[in-house]
Structure formats: C-alpha cells, structure tokens
C-alpha cells in the first residue's frame, strides 16, 4: 500500500471520480432521498409517507414495517393488526432479496453518523481503540428480545439510536441527539466501526435476514487483485472479503457470502482493477473456469 | 504432546475469558436498559394515552412508535415522547390541559394503528377510556365556591352523564345551592376537555391516568342494595324498620321529610335572636370580635377567665 495515497486515490485515478464513487453516490442519494420523503410531510406538507421506519404507510396503501421491532412486540405477547403484517411480509421479502444489510447502508439514517465518523477517523489518523468482538451484536439482538420477554414492553426502543434517530429527525428530537452523538464519538474514538460493525442489534437482525439473499458483491476478477487493501480500508465489515478475495487456492468462490456484508458497493468503488461487481450468489464457482464463466455472463 | 495440551489449555482459557467478558458487557448493558424499561413504565399524571390504549403495561409491548396516530389525529394533540420527557421515549399521548381529545366520531388515530396497540375494537368513541376526570381541588372549584362557573359540565361531551351537577346547601351563606360537578366513572371517556376548559389558573378538575384515578372495591364486597335489588327483596329476615329519634308529635318519611309538627319552631332565627349583642364586651383594636360561646377576643381580655 503507498503510505502517500489516500484509499481510492488509486480508482480516481484509474476509473475517473464517478466510477470511483458511484454506489457511494447512489448510496447517499437513496438514504437522503429516503429521508427526504420522511420528511416532506412534516416540513411541506407533502403526504408521499406517513410515520416512520418502524412503521409507515406509502401513498395510503403500501404499509412497511421494521421486523425487528415487530418481532419484540410479538415476544412481549402482542400480534399486529393486518397492515403491521402484511408491512413486515413486504419489508422482510425485500430484504431477502437485496441482502438484508442493505438497509444498513442503504436505508438507516444513522449510517451517515457512522459513516461520517468512520471517515474523519481516518482522515485524523486516530488507530486502535477498544476491541469489541463483531459477534457481540447478535448477542446484543438476543438480549433484546429477552428484555422484550422479561419487561413486556419493547424496552430496547427507551435506547435504540437507529429508530430514536430517524423518529427525532421527524417528530422532533428532543435530546436523542445526545445518543447519536453519543454513537458518533464512540465510533470516533472507542472503537473502529463500533456501533454498526459490532453492536447493532438491528444490523445484526437484518443480517440474519439476508443470510441466504441472492444479490452478493462477489469478487470475480481477484485474479487482477494488486493487493492495495483499499477494499479492506474502505469496509465497514472488512472481514466478509477476505476469503472469497485471497482464497481461490483453497476452493472458496468469489461471492462475499457472509451476512455480514452491507451491500454498500463500497469496494466496487475504490478497487482501481474492478475486481468486485454487484452479482448473484449463485454464480459462486471455486475455479478460474468458473469465474471465467461468471465474468462471460 | 505436552505442549499441545498447554496450548489447548490456553486456548480453552481464552475461549472462557473472552465468553465472561462478552456475557459480562452484554448483561451489564442488558441490566441497564431493563431497569431503564421498569421505570419508563409510569405514566405521569400529566400525559394521557390516545382512545383505545390498554393499560400502559400493554401498551408499551404493543406500541411499537411509528406516529401514525400522531399523523392521522386531525386536531394534531398526539406527540410522541422525547428521551427528555418522563414517558416511554416514542411513544403517543396528549397534554389534557393544552390540547383536550376532541373525541372524533370515526376515531382515525386508532384507525392508523398497525399494531393494535390502540384496540380496533374500539368503535365508539364514547367507550374509550384514555383517562378519568377528577374534581380534585374543592378548595379552588368555583361552583364549590358556591359560583355557577359550570364551565366543566358545560363542555363534556357526555354532559350529564359523565359529569352531572349535585345540589346541596350552601353552609356558608346559608341561602344558596352548591352546584357540585361529580364525574361518573362509568361514562367518563379521559378525553379532557374538562380540565382544559377549567377557568382557574391551574385546573381543579384533572383528566388522570385511570390507574392513578380509580380505586377499587376489594373481591368480596357486596353493595346489599344491590343485592336485594338482584334477589328481589331483602336478603336478612326480618328487614328491621328503622326508628328515628325525633321530638314529641314529629314523623319522619324518607323522601318526603318531616312532618305533623304541632310544637311551636326553634329555627334558625329565632337562635340568632338569642346572641348577645356584638357592641358591648368589645375586643381590643386589631382583635377579632366578640366571637359568641367564647371567642379569641374574650379569651385574650384582661377579664377572661382563666
């Protein structure tokens, strides 16, 4: 890695700053645009959504709901009425099949705080921190739903920054801007990718719901890899690329299969070799002939 | 072989460490955010829940925050608590006081729910029960003032059911009726409008949590009319007729008073003919008044007995 380049400054300079910004673009435009559409009832009078991610109701006949959140309340004993269900059958068929850590990266309003923070982390140079397993978020998901069970009221929402956050942007936030900021300068700070990358339990969740999605970042030209590192830099879940990048040799396909990975593209953007491509699960094979195959499709 | 036992020994160390210390930060983490819930649960007197919520325990397993009862309420008195706010963060309620439910007759707000968490069950808004008005500060009331302010009988909507006007004597002037407003539990939606139309600068009468507002008789209770009423006649034979100590040539019926009364009257006036005259045996300036039976002036004079 040139200690001298910033991550990307190679794909700038190879792909132009479009190509080399694309999904980050996308990415931002839809997770504003989201935002946007929140928010153009309450502050225009624009009626396109009502509520808020736990719950909303588009154009009066599209209902989503979160399932996490429903899922709580059906622990704490309660079943939703019709437009709650049929809003979490909708929600959670999406997420099957765009990767359900696309509403991570896609979606979430508190993606842009850590983001933000991940970013100026680097750019400040801060290292280190505390280390936290990435496993502890799904530990953090199963407390949750125990505390639902236990309380019987959805006790995580008094605390949980994604739905305080985006509520607050909506119906007026109040002091929740202490707990985003509070998230921000944990990430900052404490630990690298803290919130997002090890204690979300709502990431975690949705993770678990795109287990088996279909749409993958896959590695299909990692032949081409000139090892940079920038992917791994740049990932908020670095972890997720490292087999199916560095090992062909032992039989592991291209497709980053773990759940784990948010869809964000980001990879796709700063690799100068194009080495990564938003793709299908399916096209997973170990050999070169097959990536060869997958790259002809 | 030695040296791959110390390292599956240490292995299995770390595992355990590293397993402690995750349960450890999860469960502290977990213990914070459960008592954090115990205590959200109490609803202050202040905030009432829109129509159709069950009790606060249920309601906050059900309501899952989403606003859509805020968004669908066309008099917009729903909010959702701030982290700030004594109440389950996200969650709807109204101020009574600012902002009375105006009892809309679809019910939109429970409408929007897509939990349940307000019951669509719910059809007829006279039915909810957001809270229970309560008269409670008789010392402010104005019509317990002996005025007929009336203000909080006038704007319920269940006027004269949920909230009727009782006659009684006014002791102070002895001349007037005291008009009391008594809320009926019964009918009594919560919706407010009452404690936001009280005229005084803090309302005398208060829309509370019904938890807060309502007592309740124990199990075994029985209101013996009521169960006489049910077996239809008295249940302790025989019924023993009660006698009224009354003076000589008098009869008392019950409903219609007394009467017959031939001896000559002892009322009221003819008492105050009897008080001693006011301007003779004068308490000293700034004292109050010859006060009759001993008062403070007559205790206080040099003369007084001691």
């Not at chain 1, 622990?75 to 999406?94: D, S, Y």
């Not at chain 2, 007197?45 to 159709?52: S, T």
């Not at chain 2, 968490?117 to 008269?135: E, P, Q, Y």
């Not at chain 2, 909080?152 to 269940?158: E, G, Q």
């Amino acid at each position: 890695m040139n200690e001298t380049l910033r991550i990307g400054q190679e794909a700038v300079e190879a792909k132009g700053w479009w190509l080399a910004h694309k999904w980050l673009v996308l990415r931002r435009l839809t997770q504003l645009g989201i935002l946007a559409v929140f928010l153009a009832g309450p502050w225009l009078g624009i009626w396109i959504v009502k509520g808020n991610l736990n719950y909303s109701l588009t154009l009066d006949v599209l209902p989503l709901s979160d399932p996490f959140i429903m899922l709580q309340s059906l622990v704490t004993g309660h079943v939703p009425e019709k437009l709650g269900l049929i809003g979490v059958a909708i929600v959670v068929g999406f997420y099957l099949l765009v990767g359900g850590r696309a509403y991570c990266s896609w979606v979430c309003p508190v993606n842009l705080v850590t983001d933000a923070a991940a970013w100026l982390r680097e750019r400040i140079g801060i290292k280190g921190g505390a280390h936290v397993s990435r496993s502890v978020r799904y530990w953090i998901l199963a407390l949750t739903l125990l505390l639902a069970g236990i309380t019987g009221t959805l006790a995580w929402e008094l605390v949980n920054p994604v739905s305080m956050l985006h509520r607050g942007l909506i119906f007026g936030i109040g002091t929740a801007w202490t707990v985003v900021l509070a998230v921000f300068l944990l990430d900052l700070f404490v630990m690298n990718r803290g919130w997002c990358g090890r204690l979300c339990p709502v990431g975690a969740f949705y993770g678990l719901i795109g287990k088996l999605s279909p749409v993958r970042v896959s590695a299909v030209k990692r032949e081409a890899c000139n090892d940079c590192m920038d992917c791994f830099a740049v990932c908020p879940e670095p972890l997720v690329i490292k087999a199916p990048l560095k090992d062909a040799g032992k039989g592991v396909g291209p497709v980053i299969l773990a759940s784990e990975c948010t869809n964000c593209g980001r990879c796709i953007d700063v690799c100068s070799k194009d080495v990564f491509v938003f793709g299908s699960r399916f096209n997973n094979a170990a050999s070169m002939a097959g990536v060869a195959q997958a790259i002809s499709k | 072989m030695d040296s791959v036992k110390k390292s599956a020994l240490a292995a299995r160390r770390q595992f355990l460490l590293d397993a402690a210390r995750m349960a450890g930060g999860v469960g502290v983490l977990g213990l914070g955010v459960g008592l954090y819930a115990k205590q959200a649960k109490a609803l202050p007197a202040a905030a009432i829940r829109p129509p159709g919520a069950g009790t606060e325990q249920d309601f906050l397993g059900a309501c899952i925050r989403c606003g859509m009862c805020v968004r669908d309420c066309p008099y917009n008195i729903l909010f959702l608590a701030k982290p700030e706010q004594p109440i389950a963060t996200g969650t709807p309620f109204f101020v009574a006081r600012t902002g009375p439910c105006e009892m809309c007759e679809d019910i939109p707000c429970v409408k929007a729910c897509p939990t349940g968490a307000l019951d669509h069950k719910l059809t007829d808004i006279n039915n909810s029960r957001m809270g229970l008005a309560v008269l409670v500060d008789k010392e402010t009331c104005l019509n317990f003032l002996g005025l007929r302010c009336d203000v909080c009988y006038r704007v319920c909507p269940l006027i004269d059911k949920a909230i009727t006007l009782e006659l009684r004597h006014n002791e102070r002037t002895g001349a007037h009726t005291i008009f009391e407003p008594v809320v009926h539990s019964d009918q009594c939606t919560g919706c407010g409008k009452c404690e936001a139309a009280c005229v005084t600068e803090v309302a005398a009468i208060k829309v509370y949590p019904i938890k807060l507002a309502k007592g309740e008789l124990s199990q075994h209770y029985r209101l013996g009319w009521e169960e006489k009423r049910k077996a239809g006649g008295s249940l302790v034979e025989p019924e023993v007729e009660h006698r009224y100590n009354l003076p000589e040539g008098m009869k008392y019926e019950h409903g219609k008073g007394l009467s017959a009364a031939d001896t000559p009257s002892t009322g009221v006036d003819s008492l105050q003919a009897t008080l001693p005259d006011p301007g003779k045996n004068a308490a000293p300036a700034g004292m109050p008044r010859n006060i009759p039976g001993g008062g403070l002036g007559n205790r206080m004079s040099d003369d007084a007995p001691r």
